[in-house]
């Protein structure tokens, strides 16, 4: 893709959890191109207020959309629209990005173990609200609740799996490579980070990016899929969280 389709790609619902103690996650509910006959895409002259209305999160706080694109999230059992979610802004997105940024610094000072201890306390919350996101998932998408919880438990492998980052962010060393010469390396965060989850396992495919992104020291920036959003909304709630 080329680097506009992917800045207009990323320009929805982004999300970044700016505190120190645990920073970047991003969510953004739409990709692709848009045409005026998709049926789900629904201008704010349209937007009924008793639908509830997916706010971004950005710099740790929940922040209403200015984007006048915003579309139904459907239930597929009864065809009911149980929320709009908006394609943000520009301005938005750079917005969330910014404070990622920021945040990123001081995340990337805290230690590994201490990174690693957000992501025990994060699996545990996932553990304790598996029964939430998988009725999130359910209703979005349409999954019977065993494979909801299934998506969550396969994504919450790969959380457990960041628990054990010190052993895998330690870099090496080797002696007398050359006359008088040694070598050494070390494993350094990359920064911000970024991530386009699809709509079919909407816990799961977001769980193997952003945990081991931020254990590693980056901030992240999240677009789940505008289809189902709910879980990957509230993921990141959790591990805001997770991270005091």
């Not at 920073?23 to 006959?37: A, D, K, Q, Y």
């Not at 709009?84 to 001081?106: G, H």
């Not at 957000?118 to 979005?140: C, G, K, P």
Request: charged letters at 20%; hydrophobic letters at 40%; proline letters at 6%.
């Amino acid at each position: 893709a080329t680097t506009q389709t992917r800045k207009t790609m990323l320009r929805a619902c982004c999300t970044s959890l700016s505190r120190a103690r645990c920073p970047g996650v991003g969510v953004v509910p739409v990709s692709g191109t848009v045409t005026n006959n998709d049926t789900r895409r629904r201008t704010a002259r349209f937007m009924s207020g008793t639908v509830p209305k997916v706010p971004l999160h950005i710099n740790g706080k929940s922040v209403d959309s200015k984007s006048n694109v915003w579309y139904d999230v459907i239930d597929p059992a009864t065809h009911k629209v149980l929320s709009q979610v908006p394609q943000a802004t520009q301005e938005e997105m750079e917005s969330a990005v910014a404070a990622a940024a920021i945040a990123q610094k001081d995340w990337a000072q805290v230690s590994v173990s201490e990174r690693q201890r957000v992501m025990f306390a994060y699996q545990h919350l996932i553990r304790t609200d598996m029964d939430n996101l998988a009725s999130l998932i359910s209703r979005e998408q349409g999954k019977t609740l065993g494979d909801a919880r299934g998506d969550v438990f396969r994504g919450l492998e790969v959380v457990e799996f960041a628990c054990g980052a010190a052993s895998h962010m330690m870099g090496e060393t080797m002696a007398g490579v050359g006359q008088g010469i040694d070598t050494y390396s070390y494993k350094q965060p990359l920064g911000v980070t970024a991530g386009i989850a699809p709509f079919n396992f909407p816990a799961m495919i977001p769980l193997w990016m952003f945990p081991l992104a931020t254990v590693c020291g980056n901030a992240f920036v999240m677009k789940p899929s505008e289809k189902v959003p709910g879980a990957c909304q509230r993921l990141p709630g959790l591990l805001q969280v997770a991270g005091g």
